[in-house]
């Protein structure tokens, strides 16, 4: 289930980069502001996934703490 949730909210953010690249206003600063809207997009994406994966799929194992040492 959760590669479903990763290419949903990647398709999400993909239609949000798309919908701000062509709704940007003509001028000077038409590059920069999409580049950081571009750029927003992507970095917020790629934590939120990276985020979300960390939490399904743990390195390291918890230790419950209540429990008594083996000898």
Known sequence: ?????????????A????VGW???PK????????????LTL????LMWAITYLAQLHPLIKPRRSDL????
């Not at 239609?15 to 798309?18: G, V």
């Not at 001028?27 to 571009?38: E, P, S, Y």
């Not at 008594?68 to 000898?71: G, N, P």
């Open 1 to 13: 289930m959760s590669f479903f949730h990763i290419v949903v909210v990647g398709a999400i953010v």
């Open 15 to 18: 239609a949000l980069a798309a």
């Open 22 to 24: 062509f709704v940007m």
């Open 27 to 38: 001028g000077k600063n038409q590059t920069l502001l999409r580049t950081a809207i571009l």
């Open 42 to 45: 992507t970095c917020c994406y």
């Open 68 to 71: 008594r040492a083996e000898y």
